[in-house]
């Protein structure tokens, strides 16, 4: 028998919250891509590409904060590049790793708004770093478009597949 590995837990978690949240979406999971962690969703109105990530690179930041990192590798970029192109709508779900208490970590979802404004569907982007950070009087999630707050996109915990 074949062992299972830790991410694979917690990409099951997101898959299985996604489809569960969207019932009224009626949507269908296929696994027709090459890469693990990439699958196709279908609604009665979209495609979808889901990619999953994880961070586990959780720090403190001053003004009572948390922030990961994650970097989407170049191969990943020309993919969310391709699927824009199409009108397949991209998603991707991160999962937020608490290794000291695997109950406290969240999914967060980014969509193709998150993406255009990190400027991952210009011709030259390559490969690209994301810094999340949660302040403990918010309730959003905040995606760094730059160095500046002001500048700040917020990112939701649950995803309608109806965006």
């Given at each position: 028998?074949?062992?299972?590995?830790?991410?694979?837990?917690?990409?099951?978690?997101?898959?299985?919250?996604?489809?569960?949240?969207?019932?009224?979406?009626?949507?269908?999971?296929?696994?027709?891509?090459?890469?693990?962690?990439?699958?196709n969703?279908?609604?009665?109105?979209?495609?979808?590409?889901?990619?999953?990530h994880?961070?586990?690179?959780?720090?403190?930041?001053?003004?009572?904060?948390?922030?990961?990192?994650?970097?989407?590798?170049?191969?990943?970029?020309?993919?969310?590049?391709?699927?824009?192109?199409?009108?397949?709508?991209?998603?991707?779900?991160?999962?937020?790793?608490?290794?000291?208490?695997?109950?406290?970590?969240?999914?967060?979802?980014?969509?193709?708004?998150?993406?255009?404004?990190?400027?991952v569907?210009?011709?030259?982007?390559?490969?690209?770093?994301?810094?999340?950070?949660?302040?403990?009087?918010?309730?959003?999630?905040?995606?760094?478009?730059?160095?500046?707050?002001?500048?700040a996109?917020?990112?939701?915990?649950?995803l309608?597949?109806?965006?």
């Open positions: 028998m074949s062992n299972l590995a830790n991410v694979d837990f917690y990409y099951g978690a997101v898959l299985s919250h996604l489809l569960t949240s969207n019932k009224e979406h009626n949507p269908s999971l296929i696994e027709d891509s090459d890469e693990r962690r990439v699958f969703i279908m609604t009665d109105k979209h495609s979808y590409m889901l990619r999953l994880k961070s586990e690179e959780k720090r403190d930041v001053k003004g009572d904060a948390i922030s990961w990192t994650f970097t989407l590798p170049y191969k990943a970029v020309q993919g969310l590049q391709s699927n824009y192109k199409k009108d397949i709508r991209n998603v991707i779900a991160l999962v937020l790793v608490d290794a000291k208490k695997l109950s406290d970590s969240r999914i967060i979802y980014f969509t193709d708004t998150h993406l255009e404004a990190k400027g569907f210009k011709e030259s982007a390559k490969s690209l770093g994301m810094t999340v950070r949660k302040y403990s009087n918010k309730n959003d999630y905040l995606l760094f478009i730059d160095k500046k707050i002001e500048n996109m917020p990112v939701k915990q649950n309608n597949l109806n965006y």
